[in-house]
Every structure is written in structure tokens, then in C-alpha cells.
């Protein structure tokens, strides 16, 4: 017979373990309703999304920017008669920033909270299957925060975005917004309420993508990306509702060598370690090319401007290229680019992008960087990747009064500045890169047939030429623009 205290014991030690067994198999309900309810359909409409496409007003990306609008809303009339808002960003707003985004949260948050679940973005070029996006997004609460989109991350931490996460550069998810991304209205709200009290903190916007998903994130206090199989940037499969047209842009037949001048500038200091790789990889694909120094040196040969070198800024030296090219080239010169003596371009690709632009119309081309959009500051074009210029942007531009305020100030800030005081806005190119192809997502670069990097950092220059830009790869680069970006989509 069992002591008393022993059989104490046992019975509680049953009772625990019965409460143990009802506990876990109401953490289990809880843990299936909880599936169920994520599992379970959202009836929402296609007139509860509204389709923002990241557009640009150049004639060229407004019209590839009109087709998408045009394909979204002739699947939408095959499924519904009550058709979605779609907003071309360019016609949004007039300021500045407007390409930022996040200024214009407080309008989409009055405009449509009430009558809207979601907020759908997506670049001119993202393919959208309107039906499967609609499935797609039926999967999240629409009463929830959701901020959805293909997931990059850092492979290792960059100067991009200031060298953020350091310690594990892999942690923090932002989205490929060539894959399109999505903001639950309830978010879009909370976004807009914490944008009145408190403006954005950052005067640069380098990298938008990133620094969209940082700001949503706040530190925790906000939700991080939730990434989505379904969007897609290649053509995974049947379950992708969204994929992205990746080609190098060709509008007829590529721009003439002889129509495009290349200002390549450099120091005396640089002459015998950059100049030589810049005439080792890609300086043969230019017909017309020059060094501008401070140093005349004939074997080069290289240009003395007659400004004086500055350790940054060089903008006394670049618009004395400038002015050099109105005074000196043919007039049938119809394009300029200036680049530094460590950027790596391809003049072969360029030559196919620049049969999308008009050199009547006045161009200003490049990777866009923005300074000061939520205080009323401008856009530029970063000059690393390479500054591209129409004639005639050039010529309105020395024909105003906007010059440097000094040699030392920094030349794409400065013509940012100028141009958006002429009300000549920056056409915007991801295939120009301001940093090298270690600083960049490999899924990010993936969907891109490049056109520059920059900076000769702990890389080898001819390498990353040889594996990015070189003319062998022109071969696959030009299977991928056979098909005329301007069809219908």
C-alpha cells in the first residue's frame, strides 16, 4: 500500500499533466484558428486596390507608364465591372519629391482610406496579372498593417546605405520594387499620421527602396517586409502574379558612336593607374572621347581645362566641359556624358538606351538621387554612374544664369539644382550604378542588363568590366531588345 504522501504526489502529478494536455491542445485550436484565419479568403473587390505605377514624365517612360495603366484596366474589365483607380506618379503632384513616395502617403491616406484596402506600386516596366494579384493579396487581413513585396537583402554591408546592419547586413528585407509591393491602407494611415508630427529625418534619398522599408520599420515599432512568392521578377511559373520586362531598352536603331561625346575626367594623380584601365576595357567603344586634367599630358593625351584640381566637388571643372562641348563639337554631337576616371560603362548599351530619348527635347539622364524633397530641395543625377545630357539641356542651362558657387562644390548637386530650377527634371535609369556590383543584391541585378559601375575599391576594375559591361556579353544583352519597348503591353 502507498503512503499517503506518495499518493499526493501522484494524483497531482496526473492532475499536471491532464492541465498539461488541455493547455497544449488549446495552444494547438489556437495555433489552427490562427492558420485558418490565414489561410481563410479576404473578400476584397479590384475596386478596393489602387495601382500607383512608379512613372516619370519623359515622354518615353510616360508612355510605357499609359500602356501598363491600359493593360491593368483591360484585365480588370474581363473580371469586373467596377474597375480600380490607377495613378501615374508623375501626374500626382507637381513637387519635386513626388517620386519619393512617402511625401505623398498623407494624400492616399484622405483620398482613399475609406473606400480602399490597399495601396498596389509597381515600376513602368512589372508585368501584372491582375487576377492573381487579386488572389495574392485575398491571403492578408486587409484590417491589418501589411507591408508586402519581394524580399533583397545586403550580402554584405554597403556604403549605399550606410553601411546599415553591419552586423548581419543579411537581416533587414526591402523590397525589389520591380516586382511591385503593397501597403495595407490601415499602414498607409499610421505612415501618414507619423509623417505629420514627424518629417522625414534625412535631407539624401540615395537609395528609395531601402529607405522606404527603414522608415516603415522604424526601429521595430513598425512592421518589417513581409515577402511574397507571388511577386516575381523573373517568370518563375503560374504562381507569380507579378513579373518584371527586363531588357535593355531599344527604340529603333541604337544612337550613332559619332552622336555621342564622352568627357572623361581625371587628375594628374590618376593619370597612370585609372587612365589605363580606361583604355583597357571600354574606351574603344568611344568615338569621341577625351581626358580632362589638370595636367596637360600629351601621350594620353589629356585636356587642361585651366581649373585648378580640388579633392571633391569639381564643379568649376565640369562645366568647363561643358562649355568646352557647345563651343568645340558638331553640332550633329547631339549627347554628352561625363564620367569619372574609375566609372566602368558600356558606350554600346548607352547607345541602345538612347534611342528611347529625344536629343531635341532637353535630357538630363542618370541614376537619381534626391537632397532635401521633403523641404522643397531637387533631384540630381549621381555623377559616379555617369551624367548623360542632351544638346539642348545643355544649352538652356549655360543660357541661364545658374552656375557654381565654387570649383569645389559638388558638380551633380549643383546641375541638379540648375535643372530643377529650369523645370528640366532628371530621367531616372536603374542600369547606372554610382557604386560597384558587390554593393548591390544579387537578385536586384539579376533583372538588369547594366550600363555603368563605379569606384575600383578592393575590386579588380578590368574583371568587373569583362563580367558586367564587356561587348561578349552584347550578344545576350541584344537578344533581350529585339522586342520594341514601345508595343502595346
Known amino acids: 500500500m502507498q503512503p499517503p504522501a506518495l499518493l499526493a504526489l501522484l494524483s497531482c502529478s496526473v492532475a499536471f499533466a491532464l492541465v498539461s494536455e488541455e493547455i497544449k491542445e488549446k495552444v494547438k485550436h489556437s495555433q489552427d484558428l490562427d ?25 518615353f517612360h510616360a508612355k510605357r507608364a499609359e500602356q501598363l495603366r491600359r493593360s491593368i484596366l483591360q484585365q480588370a474589365s474581363n473580371l469586373t465591372q467596377d474597375l480600380p483607380r490607377v495613378l501615374l506618379l508623375h501626374q500626382l503632384a507637381k513637387q519635386e519629391g513626388a517620386w519619393t513616395i512617402l511625401p505623398l502617403l498623407p494624400h492616399f491616406s484622405v483620398t482613399y482610406s475609406k473606400n480602399s484596402a490597399w495601396i498596389f506600386f509597381s515600376e513602368e516596366e512589372t508585368r501584372i496579372q491582375i487576377r492573381r494579384l487579386l488572389e495574392t493579396l485575398r491571403r492578408f487581413d486587409p484590417s491589418k498593417e501589411w507591408f508586402l513585396g519581394k524580399a533583397l537583402h545586403d550580402e554584405e554591408s554597403t556604403i549605399i546605405h550606410h553601411y546599415a546592419f553591419s552586423e548581419n547586413p543579411t537581416a533587414f528585407k526591402y523590397p525589389d520594387f520591380a516586382a511591385g509591393w503593397a501597403l495595407s491602407v490601415p499602414l498607409v494611415n499610421k ?15 540615395i537609395d528609395l527602396k531601402h529607405e522606404i522599408a527603414l522608415y516603415i520599420w522604424d526601429k521595430g515599432g513598425g512592421p518589417p517586409l513581409t515577402p511574397v512568392p507571388e511577386f516575381c521578377t523573373d517568370d ?13 531598352p531599344l527604340c529603333g536603331t541604337p544612337v550613332n558612336k559619332e552622336e555621342i561625346f564622352v568627357a572623361v575626367k581625371t587628375c594628374k594623380k590618376f593619370h597612370g593607374d585609372r587612365i589605363p584601365i580606361v583604355k583597357k576595357t571600354w574606351a574603344a567603344q568611344a568615338s569621341l572621347i577625351e581626358y580632362y586634367s589638370d595636367y596637360a599630358e600629351s601621350p594620353i593625351p589629356t585636356v587642361d581645362l585651366g581649373i585648378p584640381n580640388t579633392d571633391r566637388g569639381h564643379c568649376g571643372k565640369t562645366f568647363a566641359i561643358l562649355e568646352r562641348f557647345l563651343n568645340r563639337s558638331h553640332d550633329k554631337v547631339a549627347w ?82 540648375c535643372f ?8 531616372h535609369s536603374p542600369l547606372f550604378h554610382q557604386a560597384r556590383p558587390v554593393d548591390y543584391p544579387k537578385d536586384y541585378l539579376s533583372h538588369q542588363i547594366p550600363i555603368s559601375f563605379h569606384k575600383h575599391w578592393h575590386i579588380d576594375p578590368v574583371k568587373v568590366y569583362l563580367t558586367w559591361l564587356a561587348p561578349s556579353e552584347e550578344g545576350s544583352a541584344t537578344q533581350k531588345t529585339q522586342k520594341d519597348p514601345r508595343e502595346e503591353l
Open 35 to 59: 492558420q485558418s484565419s490565414q489561410s481563410r479568403k479576404h473578400d476584397i473587390d479590384l475596386k478596393e486596390i489602387v495601382f500607383v505605377i512608379q512613372s516619370q514624365s519623359n515622354p
Open 191 to 205: 505612415l501618414a499620421k507619423r509623417l505629420k508630427s514627424e518629417p522625414l529625418k534625412s535631407d539624401f534619398t
Open 236 to 248: 518563375a511559373g503560374s504562381h507569380c502574379a507579378t513579373t518584371f520586362h527586363s531588357f535593355l
Open 336 to 417: 554628352l556624358v561625363i564620367v569619372d576616371d574609375d566609372t566602368l560603362i558600356s558606350i554600346s548599351r548607352l547607345r541602345h538606351l538612347l534611342s528611347c530619348y529625344d536629343s531635341s527635347d532637353a535630357v538630363f539622364l542618370g541614376e537619381r538621387y534626391g537632397y532635401g524633397l521633403g523641404t522643397g530641395g531637387y533631384s540630381y543625377v549621381t555623377g559616379g554612374g555617369g551624367m548623360v545630357f542632351s544638346r539642348e539641356a545643355i544649352q538652356r542651362l549655360l543660357a541661364s544664369n545658374c552656375r557654381c558657387y565654387s570649383n569645389d562644390a559638388p558638380d551633380d548637386m549643383v546641375l541638379g539644382m
Open 420 to 427: 530643377s530650377g529650369l523645370g528640366i527634371p532628371v530621367t
